[in-house]
């Protein structure tokens, strides 16, 4: 049954193609129905990267009438805050080291993920079918002898049809002694190849797939330079049986089990990444085609080292048996080079269909501004400043200027030849992750950043990265994604990308500062405005670290909020990453080192989007998709669009 659509959808656009009554005898009761008989046929299961159908179908029943950003909410409050993706994140065709399951078995079938050669489809006869009918199914794909069945016309039949020809459904409808109808319809299955790349942004970066568990008790950390009695205790990991004071150090390999889990983490990659969620409702609100969905945006890319080249890996998975990491993470493009590559070499006529891609906030130090930001002790500041991971704004103009056009010239031409005309090169741009009420910039302070003492939100800093972020580089990335003010391309016509900004007014109410009576009691309780959540106590909090008496474990990473933009406090408890793939000059030297926590924030998720953020992204990019992929005749709302590229 053909799903009712979230977006209007033209009528024709929906039926087009569904049925063809051939000539039959209808009683005059029949004829004047307002429900002709029709074949009604659905994908089953089309978002592929989903290996069982349960998992796709909780999205459809949860987007039925709704946007991507109302299906989230509803979703975060059915699971009690601990997040959908949390269950999902082992059932899928990518392992959690990015490669692709080649096969994949999807619903107990063996499946090439890249090169599907059919899929599996619900048909069911729709209309004014007489009760107790009979019909007689018969499909036939020009290979071979057509397949029949024989079943009560109110029962759907599940079959599977082949990839890349139409399968001619036909149904002679019985009813007693009435003379039979039949009806037939062609079934062609679009599969879409859909490639997200990009860098944290994309990714989904500070919302793992399944958040951190917080103990009760408290864990130690040392200050800076600080003698032993210089600490102070956060929550700790729950289940780590390990030593929690400072002076009992004890091994990464203990700490790791309990990490937040991601399905990929050496990037940190999510499900919750607005590009996941794009590709997803894609799948969800077109019954007639399927999703191939090739996630590779990675945390911390750059143009030049990520999408071009190798970049370290941001963490390692979980592991009992190894203490070792991954290293490095291979280039984006390369390896969408070779998944292309290989689909082709098994089926000529593969095509990548669309990409997805958020890029260039790193190419312009984004996180060296928001360390420059939050971290305000002299000691911290100066230590940052010295290893590279603190930025000013005058360093951001700089390379927004001089490197970043490169940079975007140099990934058009890596693009073209993948996919073609740049208009199926979906690129959505960041928001400001620093105003709320209606565009008022944050007035910074503690609140939400005092997970570390060293920590505090520089109201002249933040107004300075803010009002950059807001009349420089969100204009800039525009120019450079739409070949506008002087950016030069060799033909704008062809090089231009589909561009999307529409979400960023509504991330004007929601940023990293916002409140609001509905927030999670957690939140409101213990999360303080002043700035002043943890005890500063180090006897009373290593047993209790809240000042609100609450337990930490009792934070909901995945319940509704005001601010769409995850703070330090955020960062902290919903991921609490280690940075294993730093550099070694930045690596802690035990788990109680000062430097993780610091980096902890910074670098799991600190002024990134939430879930609701994310998918307030996926809302504005769906429809440029869909409008791309020629799947909608609506033109959707956002900024700029190129020219309609040729149907594939």
């Known amino acids: 049954m053909i799903r009712a659509l979230l977006r209007l ?41 989903f290996r069982e159908e349960r998992d796709f179908q909780l999205h459809v029943e ?16 059915q699971s009690d805050g601990r997040g959908w993706a949390r269950n999902m994140v082992n059932r899928l065709c990518i392992d959690l080291s990015g490669r692709v399951n080649e096969p994949c078995t999807r619903d107990n079938v063996k499946e ?14 729709a209309g004014a079918a007489p009760v107790g009918a009979i019909c007689a199914w018969s499909f036939d794909d020009g290979d071979g002898p057509p397949q029949h069945s024989t079943l009560d016309c109110a029962e759907a039949l599940n079959l599977r049809v082949r990839y890349g020809r139409p399968t001619v459904a036909t149904v002679d409808v019985s009813s007693g002694s009435e003379a039979s109808q039949r009806v037939a319809t062609e079934i062609r299955v679009r599969d879409l190849f859909i490639a997200g790349l990009g860098d944290s942004i994309a990714s989904g970066e500070g919302n793992p797939d399944r958040a951190i568990a917080l103990a009760d008790e408290g864990f130690c950390f040392r200050h800076y330079l600080g003698t032993a009695a210089a600490q102070y205790y956060r929550p700790s990991r729950a289940g780590y049986k390990g030593g929690r004071a400072c002076e009992a150090p004890d ?25 996941t969620r794009t590709a997803l409702a894609l799948a969800v609100q077109y019954p007639h085609i399927a999703v191939t969905y090739l996630p590779l945006a990675c945390t911390g890319a750059t143009i030049a080292d990520g999408l071009f080249g190798s970049q370290r890996a941001r963490e390692c998975p979980p592991s009992k048996s190894s203490t070792t990491c991954q290293s490095g993470v291979n280039g984006q493009l390369a390896e969408l080079r070779d998944a292309v590559t290989a689909a082709r070499r098994r089926q000529p006529d593969r ?102 003492p060293s920590f505090n939100a520089d109201p002249r800093r933040l107004a300075a990265v803010s009002s950059f972020v807001q009349n420089e580089f969100l204009p800039g990335l525009k120019a450079l994604a739409m070949c506008q003010s002087g950016i030069l391309c060799n033909d704008p016509s062809t090089d231009r990308m589909s561009f999307v900004d529409a979400h960023q007014a509504a991330f004007a109410d929601h940023g990293f500062c916002a409140r609001a009576e509905s927030d999670p009691d957690f939140d409101r309780q213990c999360f303080a405005a002043d700035g002043k959540s943890f005890d500063p106590d180090i006897i009373t909090a290593a047993n209790q670290p809240m000042l609100c008496g609450r337990s930490a474990g009792e934070y909901r990473a995945y319940l509704p909020r005001a601010r769409w933009i995850r703070d330090a406090n955020d960062s902290y408890f919903a991921a609490m990453t280690y940075p294993q793939g730093l550099p070694t000059a930045m690596q802690p030297s035990d788990i109680h080192d000062a430097t993780w926590g610091v980096l902890s924030a910074v670098y799991g998720g600190a002024v990134h989007p939430s879930a609701e953020g994310h998918a307030a992204m996926a809302d504005a990019a769906f429809a440029a998709a869909a409008y791309v992929l020629r799947l909608d005749a609506g033109v959707p709302d956002v900024t700029t669009l190129p020219e309609q590229p040729p149907q594939r």
Request: one cysteine or more; aromatic letters at 8%; hydrophobic letters at 45%.
């Open 112 to 125: 090439s993920y890249l090169t599907p050669v059919d899929h599996a489809i619900t048909v069911r006869l």
């Open 9 to 49: 959808i033209p009528l024709a656009a929906l039926l087009a193609g569904t049925c063809l009554i051939l000539p039959a005898h209808r009683t005059a009761a029949q004829a004047a129905s307002n429900a002709p008989l029709q074949i009604s046929w659905e994908v089953r299961n089309r978002f592929r990267l």
């Open 351 to 452: 095509t990548l269909d669309l990409v997805l891609l958020s890029i260039g906030a790193n190419d312009v130090f984004f996180s060296g501004l928001v360390t420059d930001v939050i971290v305000d002790t002299a000691t911290e500041r100066t230590l940052f400043r010295s290893t590279g991971v603190m930025a000013t704004v005058d360093e951001a103009r700089s390379a927004l200027a001089r490197d970043l056009p490169q940079g975007f010239g140099r990934l058009r031409e890596a693009l073209k030849p993948l996919v073609g005309d740049m208009g199926r090169v979906v690129y959505t741009a960041y928001a400001n992750p620093a105003l709320a009420r209606g565009g008022a910039p944050c007035p910074g302070g503690r609140a939400g950043f005092e997970i570390h």
């Open 62 to 77: 949860s987007e039925r009438n709704r946007s991507i950003l109302a299906s989230e909410d509803a979703l975060e409050l």
């Open 251 to 275: 091994t990464l390999q203990n700490w790791q089990r309990h990490s937040a889990l991601w399905f990929n983490s050496a990037c940190h990659r999510s499900l919750y990444s607005y590009q």
